[in-house]
């Protein structure tokens, strides 16, 4: 079955672009700028995976490098790992900057550090090219049907020419500063969702223990004040111990490292966000690193 879900597509003038990182969240994101109409140039780690995209979306192209791919192009958007993956499709000799025409634009969707988002549009500076940091938020789901809310750090001029293109896979597309904006923005969602997914892991558990039916008071609660994106989303299936929605919980504490980190750099406290992230370090014990974040009901049980 296709990862990429159907969805009207404003009209945008076709643009060339590359895609570099085919996992869960670019296969899909790639999928939707070829589906727009723009012509992409993918590259992955494993080209079986990019033959597999290739085959999926005729028409559009295979590299065997970053800087393959990015030759040529006017933006080159990235989903990859963390800092070092990053790194290591953008810098060196066959890395994307090395093949990107002058003025083209590296867009980097990776939840990465803003220290990592800073060098690189430093260095994009000195290469006289463009770097947007640009995080997602909207998990699987959202990269499949095409509805990410992305949180940007960067130039306006750059910014400005690369969201038309963006909102392919897009729903939101938004410029919060300087580069390292969008580092930091995803850093404070990521800090809400540890928070609210621990609070209704202990209430789904608690209404177990005293005996209601969790549905039902789903149902209810979700009319009121305690309603959530994760209630709506993951409250159901924590009841039902099911733990296969999304975002992993390996995932999760790489950001929550980044987030922990960064507090250190400016002073933050974050006392529930340092407690939570030791939880989900928990439930990696207990063979859990892959299951969704939901799963940090599992400790409680």
């Not at 095409?146 to 960067?154: F, Q, S, Y």
């Not at 558990?205 to 009319?223: E, P, R, S, T, Y």
Request: with cysteine; aromatic share 8%.
């Amino acid at each position: 079955m296709s990862q990429i879900a159907a969805k009207t597509y404003d009209a945008t003038p076709a643009k060339k672009v590359a895609f570099l990182g085919l996992g869960v969240m670019g296969y899909p994101m790639a999928g939707h700028l070829a589906r727009a109409g723009h012509h992409v140039t993918v590259y992955n780690r494993s080209a079986a995976k990019a033959a597999a995209w290739a085959a999926e979306c005729p028409g559009n192209a295979t590299a065997p490098t970053p800087r393959e791919a990015a030759a040529g192009v006017d933006i080159v958007f990235a989903c990859v790992g963390n800092d070092a993956d990053l790194r290591s499709v953008v810098l060196g000799p066959d890395g994307a900057f090395a093949g990107m025409k002058p003025g083209a634009i590296f867009v980097d969707h990776t939840t990465a550090s803003a220290e990592v988002a800073r060098e690189l549009y430093a260095e994009a500076q000195k290469l006289g090219l463009h770097f947007v940091d640009a995080p997602v938020s909207g998990g699987q789901g959202g990269a499949q049907n095409g509805l990410l809310t992305v949180m940007c750090g960067g130039d306006a001029a750059a910014f400005d020419a690369a969201k038309p293109v963006a909102m392919a896979f897009s729903r939101a597309f938004t410029l919060l500063g300087a580069s390292g904006a969008g580092q930091l923005a995803k850093m404070v969602n990521q800090i809400c969702i540890a928070g609210l997914v621990q609070g209704l892991s202990e209430a789904v558990a608690f209404g177990q223990q005293a005996g209601l039916d969790m549905h039902q008071v789903l149902d209810v609660i979700g009319k009121g004040a305690a309603q959530s994106w994760q209630m709506d989303n993951r409250g159901k299936t924590m009841a039902d111990d099911k733990f296969e929605f999304g975002f992993a919980v390996d995932w999760m504490r790489k950001d929550l490292g980044l987030v922990l980190d960064e507090a250190k750099r400016n002073g933050a406290r974050l006392p529930v966000t340092a407690l939570v992230d030791q939880f989900y370090a928990d439930v990696q014990k207990m063979g859990g690193g892959r299951w969704d974040t939901s799963s940090l009901i599992r400790r409680l049980r």
